[in-house]
């Protein structure tokens, strides 16, 4: 199935200068979305994942189907103060600035065998953000999975210790 007819590129979003590839037209298209899930799940499980962990929030839409699908768990990774209870954080630095993203404390179990999946793979700081507070709690990240990699950006240069799938490449 050819993915890429369903991502629309939006032109000057949010910023001017910026090419949006918006997902939302695949999510809507059963036959397309299945399929994207059913191939996640297939890189899922030949990673072994014990359990699925997404950043918010387009992670969410594409890593809880995966884990229902496996009937495994889902680990959210979130914007500081979302999480009710104790949690570890991560910074990483953007071209200009800072983020911030939390895991609860017990999100993971020590030897946990975690794949991370999102919807697009741009500079890598949120996955490698991620990956730092999944190992932090003694979880092995045993792969990446994204839906779209911006292959100008070179996020995959940030991710160079762990496989990294992508299904489509821009």
Same mark, same amino acid.
């Given at each position: 199935m050819d *993915?890429?007819?369903?991502?629309?590129?939006i032109q000057d979003f949010p910023i001017e200068g910026v090419l949006f590839r918006d997902v939302t037209p695949l999510m809507k298209d059963p036959k397309a979305y299945h399929e994207v899930?059913?191939?996640?799940k297939a890189y899922?499980?030949?990673k072994e994942a014990d359990i699925i962990a997404?950043?918010?929030?387009?992670? *969410?839409? *594409?890593?809880?189907? &995966?884990?229902?699908?496996m009937e495994a768990g889902f680990v959210p990774v979130r914007k500081p103060g979302k999480l009710p209870r104790e949690t570890i954080k991560a %910074?990483?630095? =953007?071209?200009?600035g800072h983020n %911030?993203? +939390?895991?609860? @404390?017990?999100?993971? @179990?020590?030897?946990?065998? &975690?794949? =991370?999946i999102d919807d697009l793979l741009a500079t890598g700081g949120t996955? +490698?953000?991620?990956? @730092?507070?999944?190992?932090? =709690?003694?979880?092995? &990240? %045993?792969?990446?999975? *994204?839906?779209? +990699?911006?292959?100008? =950006?070179k996020g995959r240069e940030k991710l160079k210790d762990y496989d990294v799938y992508s299904i489509l490449k821009y």
């Open positions: *993915f890429k007819q369903y991502i629309a590129d899930i059913d191939q996640m899922a499980i030949s997404g950043p918010e929030a387009r992670g *969410f839409l *594409f890593g809880c189907p &995966v884990a229902y699908a %910074t990483y630095e =953007l071209e200009y %911030t993203l +939390e895991m609860h @404390k017990d999100a993971i @179990k020590k030897g946990q065998k &975690v794949v =991370l996955i +490698e953000a991620s990956c @730092k507070m999944i190992e932090e =709690l003694g979880g092995v &990240v %045993t792969g990446i999975c *994204f839906l779209i +990699e911006l292959e100008a =950006l």
